[in-house]
């Protein structure tokens, strides 16, 4: 049978859960409707934005710029800070609809997942009608919008999902390669970094379709077997991930001071989360894998801390380097309340294979390990009751919603 992806992407995360966190406040304005950005730390002038709406990107800012740079672009622009608790609380939810579709969801970022749609026919009719009643679910339940991309693989259904935006759904068949994902630039492809952008463009391939059409051959000299994999790529297959080289030295971190001080390193839980994923998506863009975690903590004497491990195998996974800074802060953290947690990751390569190796089956097993722990977890903090669909998605939670009935729960137990 042929097989079925969906890539469903949450459109500007952060800023549309940061925007509806204020609607539900009573705030009047939709941060999605102007100019708008979710920053840390702006007094210290090294704050970044680490999101932005539609109508600031209209400005030219960009994710992981200086809010003071951002303002140069956009003085009017409105800055709101990041709410890594509620993201993950968003984040949950919408993995908790998706589950009701496939039991095959592969969480790939705090706002991503692939679905294994195959053989849903009957029960949700053809793809494209499925993907636009998930679409709307999520709209109508969660108030946020996504994009699908359709596809008989995850990588072509990645690729569809980044087409126009928000609240879309777009195919990508193989029959639709050409004309959807062959005229877009070379660097658009999964997989193909900024430093891969360079020799290809050296070399007079500006555009996919020009990497799809070059010799084969040609593509492994400039890039060794990784070279097999984009030129794969660029033709709509995927292709077998091969093995890890490293080169330049490079950090990628974050960092952010808490609401409210914490005395316990399980409610660092979701800001590390969310930090971790920050850095795994930006190594992840950049083609990049790093060696070494750092964790970093300043207590609220000022005291600061850091801790770090060097890894046996380089990573960009939002879950392993989520998996060694907790285990990091498990470790150092101090006597003192914490105010501050940060997270780098360093003496980083540009390996695309670790990014790539989401396609495989070992990471796929690890995913769904990853999905498990995430339900355990959501289960000890919540109560068994929570991870019920039953209990999240029943007309009656839909307003006030699930999240907040979670998160009233949450408030309760302390
Ligand atoms: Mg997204």
Redesign the pocket.
């Known amino acids: 049978m042929e097989k079925v992806w969906f890539h469903v ?5 952060f800023l549309s859960w940061s925007a509806l966190k204020l609607l539900r406040e009573g705030q009047a304005l939709d941060l999605r409707t102007v100019p708008s950005a979710v920053g840390g730390d702006e007094e210290k002038r090294h704050g970044v934005v680490l999101a932005k709406s539609g109508p600031a990107k209209a400005f030219g800012i960009h994710t992981g710029e200086s809010l003071f740079s951002a303002r140069l672009k956009c003085p009017q622009l409105i800055v709101t800070p990041p709410d890594f608790d509620w993201y993950v609380q968003n984040s949950k939810a919408l993995i908790a609809i998706l589950g009701d579709y496939t039991p095959d969801v592969e969480q790939y970022s705090i ?2 997942a692939f679905l294994d749609m195959t053989g849903t026919g009957a029960l949700f009719g053809p793809p494209l009608e499925a993907a636009r009643t998930i679409r709307e679910r999520v709209r109508r339940e969660l108030g946020f919008t996504v994009n699908i991309g359709v596809a008989p693989n995850r990588l072509l259904a990645k690729m569809a999902s980044d087409f126009e935006k928000p609240d879309k759904v777009h195919t990508l068949y193989p029959a639709e390669v050409p004309a959807k994902m062959w005229p877009l630039p070379v660097g658009a492809l999964f997989g193909v970094g900024p430093s891969a952008v360079k020799k290809l463009n050296r070399c007079g391939i500006l555009t996919i379709g020009d990497l799809a059409q070059s010799e084969r051959r040609a593509i492994v000299d400039l890039f060794g077997v990784r070279g097999d994999t984009l030129w794969n790529y660029a033709n709509g297959r995927e292709a077998d991930p091969v093995t890890k080289q490293h080169t330049r030295d490079n950090t990628y971190g974050n960092s952010v001071t808490l609401p409210r001080d914490l005395t316990r390193p399980e409610q660092a839980d979701a800001t590390m989360l969310a930090l971790c994923d920050s850095v795994g998506r930006r190594l992840r863009a950049d083609g990049r894998t790093a060696r070494v975690v750092t964790v970093q903590l300043v207590d609220n004497a000022f005291r600061r801390s850091s801790h770090q491990r060097t890894l046996p195998d380089p990573t960009n996974s939002t879950d392993r380097l989520y998996q060694v800074a907790r285990e990091l802060l498990e470790q150092m953290w101090p006597q003192r309340p914490v105010r501050l947690v940060g997270v780098s990751a360093e003496k980083t390569g540009t390996d695309q294979f670790e990014q790539l190796d989401l396609f495989t089956d070992s990471t796929r097993r690890q995913k769904q390990e990853k999905l498990d722990r995430t339900a355990d977890a959501l289960r000890r903090k919540y109560g068994g009751a929570a991870v019920t669909r039953a209990t999240l998605l029943t007309p009656d939670s839909r307003k006030p919603s699930a999240l907040s009935a979670a998160k009233q729960r949450d408030k309760e137990k302390g």
């Open positions: 992407d949450v459109n500007s995360a706002d991503e």
